[in-house]
């Protein structure tokens, strides 16, 4: 069974930090580019960050430009988004997806392209 798995969620004060990780489960991430989305209640989903399979090509939305970044362990079969300065408004559900491709440089934030999608996890940013 094919699965994707966020964690490292929580409460964090602006200005904090987080780490979320993506493992995959009943296949490998190594032919398979990675998107970070989120979304927040009454928004629509937002691309936040991708990677590429290779890990040579990122992609991210201007809001985070700056303060998150995003990496890849294929070893571990694992996808890092490591966010730093929060605010209040990166608060959302963060899910990460995976596309399988040939291209290993294709890094895309169009959400509807991703064929498999983790359960997500909540990320709340509040002081």
């Known amino acids: 069974q094919l699965q994707l798995v966020e964690s490292g969620g929580g409460l964090v004060q602006p200005g904090g930090s987080l780490r979320l990780s993506c493992a995959a489960s009943?296949?490998?991430?190594?032919?398979?580019?990675i998107g970070w989305f989120r979304q927040a209640p009454g928004k629509e989903r937002e691309g936040v960050l991708c990677?590429?399979?290779?890990?040579?090509?990122?992609n991210h939305a201007d809001s985070v430009k700056g303060r998150f970044t995003v990496s890849r362990d294929n070893a571990k079969n694992t996808v890092y988004l490591q966010m730093n300065s929060l605010k209040p408004e990166d608060t959302a559900i963060y899910y990460c997806?995976?596309?399988?491709?040939?291209?290993?440089?294709?890094?895309?934030?169009?959400?509807?392209?991703?064929?498999?999608w983790g359960q997500g996890t909540q990320v709340t940013v509040a002081s």
């Open positions: 997806a995976a596309v399988l491709t040939t291209v290993p440089r294709m890094c895309d934030l169009r959400h509807l392209i991703y064929e498999y």
């Open positions: 009943g296949f490998t991430l190594d032919y398979y580019a």
């Open positions: 990677i590429s399979s290779s890990g040579g090509r990122t």
